[in-house]
Structures are given as structure tokens and as C-alpha cells.
């Protein structure tokens, strides 16, 4: 069956560069969630969307930015980036966001800002 | 205080033990998820609860509503269940459909 995918799967940035990292939910899921794992740290939630529309905002810096496109991808667009955005970025889909239907995660993006 | 906690941090069996991680959170939730996060990062979702018991192959999931609390077991644990299981649950239904993770128990088993 198919997963959540993201791309790319590591990325390697200096400060104030911008990074576009991509979620493609699994077919026929509307909801999509974006996670932001530092090093030994609790996944953190940052934004999510349903049908296209931003569903709920987390701890997101003003410097990044998202959306759902209508093919229902998404991406997750970083500017100004800085060292503490050195993470693991997980995508996150779900069939409606009520709460009903489990979350499936990709793989992750490892980004390393240096 | 986390909203979310889980125990042991840390634990270490051996092969064929049954284990058991579990989860305690002070807030209303809709759902309760334990997750599995292998080395290099990728997470798995093992179950998703509301209420009673799930079951899926060696791995047992519990919650009970009333005392906030969800428990994972492992029977006849194996090398390959050595992850980092993590609970995470989903406010209530309505609002905000985010999860909040628990730190996580870091199992380790050995032959």
C-alpha cells in the first residue's frame, strides 16, 4: 500500500538559506500534518491542513510557511534559516482531521543547517 | 508538567520478556496513539485508541478514559522491538487536531 512520502529525505542548508520540503499524502487522505523533531527532542507540532484550508497552527516560526496544494500535497517553506532549525521534519496524513481516522507518518526529512 | 508522560524513560529486557510502557496524560483527548521510532527516525503508528483494548500480533494497547492512563505491552519481546515508542494524543474532537507527543521510552532488547 502506499505511504507518505517526502522529499527530499536530508538536506543540507547554511544560515539564511531557504528550504521547500514536500509532503505527498497517501491517496485519497485530505489532512496533512507537519512535525518538527529536534535532536533528542518530542516531536513538536507545527501546522496542519485540511481540504486546502490551514486546519490548526502549532509552534511554526513566522519564517516558515505552508500550504496544501490541490492535488492535496504540501510544503513546508523555511526562510532565514537558522542553526536550531536543524531537525527531523515529519509529514503526517489522515483521512479527515476529526480525530477518527489514525495518522499515517512519511519518513521524515533530516534537515542539518550549518 | 508535560502534558503528556510516559515510563519508563528508559528500559532494558531481555529476549522473550514481556514488557509493558506506559502512558499517563492530564488532558481531555479524543484519541491516544503509541507510535514506534526506530533509529534514523521513521515513525510507525502501532495503534490508535478511544477506549478499551487493541491487539495486534505481539503488541496489546490499553486505555482507560477515566484514569487517563494507556498502557503498551510487548509479549515475548524480540532484539527487533528495540525502538523508541512514544505516546501521543489528539485533543478532543472539534478543536484543535493536533497530537501531543509523550519523551518517549526508549526499549532496548537484548538476546
Known amino acids: 500500500a502506499a505511504g507518505v512520502i517526502q522529499s527530499p529525505r536530508h538536506l543540507i542548508k547554511e544560515k539564511r538559506e531557504t528550504a521547500t520540503l514536500k509532503c505527498y499524502p497517501i491517496p485519497r487522505h485530505d489532512t496533512v500534518y507537519w512535525y518538527q523533531q529536534g535532536p533528542g527532542q518530542d516531536p513538536q507540532f507545527l501546522i496542519s491542513f485540511y481540504e486546502k484550508m490551514q486546519s490548526d497552527k502549532g509552534s511554526i516560526p513566522d519564517r516558515f510557511s505552508a500550504q496544501q496544494f490541490s492535488d492535496y500535497h504540501s510544503e513546508l517553506n523555511m526562510s532565514s534559516l537558522e542553526l536550531g532549525d536543524s531537525a527531523l521534519y515529519f509529514c503526517?496524513?489522515?483521512?479527515?482531521?476529526?480525530?477518527?481516522?489514525?495518522?499515517?507518518f512519511g519518513p521524515g526529512t533530516r534537515l542539518l543547517v550549518l | 508538567k508535560n502534558e503528556v508522560e510516559q515510563s519508563p524513560q528508559n528500559l532494558t529486557a531481555q529476549e522473550g520478556e514481556f514488557i509493558t510502557i506506559n502512558c499517563s496524560y492530564s488532558v481531555g483527548i479524543s484519541a491516544l496513539h503509541w507510535l514506534q521510532q526506530h533509529p534514523g527516525g521513521g515513525i510507525v503508528s502501532l495503534f490508535m485508541l478511544s477506549s478499551g483494548k487493541k491487539k495486534h500480533g505481539r503488541l496489546i494497547a490499553t486505555i482507560n478514559i477515566q484514569e487517563k492512563h494507556s498502557s503498551l505491552h510487548i509479549t515475548a519481546s524480540h532484539p527487533r522491538d528495540s525502538a523508541v515508542y512514544i505516546c501521543?494524543?489528539?485533543?478532543?474532537?472539534?478543536?484543535?487536531?493536533?497530537?501531543?507527543f509523550g519523551t518517549g521510552t526508549r526499549l532496548q532488547v537484548t538476546l
Open positions: 503526517a496524513s489522515s483521512l479527515s482531521p476529526d480525530g477518527r481516522e489514525t495518522q499515517y
Open positions: 501521543a494524543v489528539r485533543a478532543p474532537t472539534g478543536t484543535a487536531s493536533k497530537l501531543t
